[in-house]
């Protein structure tokens, strides 16, 4: 099949080259000169697992090119998939304009039947609305050519992307065009050759259904969160509680995780928009008001067990951060709790050295020179008050214990993902504060 993705992001770019991989045609369109440079250059410009190697096969093959011409890339794909961002709007409701923009450039320019497919995350009412954008640039160019518009929203995992592509759990299709219909099954067939994975709905309950899995996923987060504050001022160890009711197969072991709040892309804002589409029909979605509430209080976590151990003012102070991304495997410090962290101790007067495997770049983007870098985690450590650990990347799971301790100035580890043993480090000399134990 021949697609044009628009929007060569985390979600488009990964959506091409999956595609191309099992044969398609994919033409990436970015309005981002600089990405499509890099990726015209072989380069990619995000860190995912698989996908340099993935992208570089594909376009070696001419299976996956990418582009800033909006004519060649309107005129290329008959499945036309949308995949810009949404980011928040200023009262929390999704800002569509990329979405819109996209879709009114496809109906300027389209001249055979286009399947537009919604990949971006949307609010319930977008495909109406890319619908209506398209049928007025046709009307105003006085031609009528057939088109459908589907949702389709993406579930991947930054930093699992590529595998969660290539092996969905579930696809949702939300369409009320039959051929439109035909055409996604084709085009998802060979990612579930096992067993069908496909769910074919309406548009609503397809748009609804994105947003209603991450919310859910933000809320087991929050609750969690909020527990093991409470375990800590009872004495109990929350580790312990997760696996307990882990075992419960209502409950399952997946995302039950205590830590320093949810970041990202996707939960802060699709949480926001969500409560956002409810007050538009006059309902306030409680649980998920608490939830919101609950993460911007466990971004300060870290921060509070700092002062709890140090003092409220940290001037003089320097602490070793590893972990900027908002989660691991992957540069993207969207929302990351590291930069609610970073702020705090900045605002209080402290120092900062902080290593992560893959976002420093990224950092420098954001932080410019507020904090300083290290070229390994215990190179990070020398004359720190303490180390802070803000995410979960492996390496950092099994260090070396008594080369932190030599180095740290005080052997004060505050760890925001459990990564360790309380009674061992106890036991190697260290104060160690995790989440809840
Ligand atoms: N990142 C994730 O893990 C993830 C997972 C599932 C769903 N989503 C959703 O997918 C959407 C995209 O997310 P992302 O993280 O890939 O965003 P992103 O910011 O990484 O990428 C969006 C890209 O779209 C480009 N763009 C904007 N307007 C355009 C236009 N008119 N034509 C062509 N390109 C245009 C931007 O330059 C940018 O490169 C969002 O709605 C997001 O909520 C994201």
Redesign the pocket.
Known sequence: MKLTI?????????TGACLAEVGNDVLC????PA?IAILQGGGI??HEPGLQEMVRRNAAAGRLRFTTD?DE?AAFGTLQVI?????PGEDGS?DLQ??V??AR?IGQRMNDYKVIID????PVGTADRVKAAIAEELARRGVEIPYAVVSN??????GA?VEDFMRPDRIIVGSDDERATLLLRALYQPFQRNHERLIVMDVRSAELT?YAANAMLATRISFMNELANLAERLGADIELVRKGMGADPRIGYHFLYPGVGYG???FP??VKALRHTASEHGMTLKVLTAVEQANAEQKQVLLHKVVKHLGEDLRGRHFALWGLAFKPNTD?M?EAPSLAIIEGLLARGATITAYDPVAMEESKKLLGDKIAYAKSPLAALGQADALLIVTEWKEFRSPDFDTIRQLLKQPLVIDGRNLYDPKLMRELGFDYDAIGR
């Open positions: 628009v929007g060569t992001g985390y979600v488009g770019l990964v369109l970015d309005v981002d990405k410009p995000i909006v890339a995949a810009v961002g949404t980011p999704a990329y979405v923009a996209a450039a990949k971006s995350t949307v929203p993406e579930f991947l995992k930054e992307a994105k990202g892309s996707c804002k699709d993207d969207r």
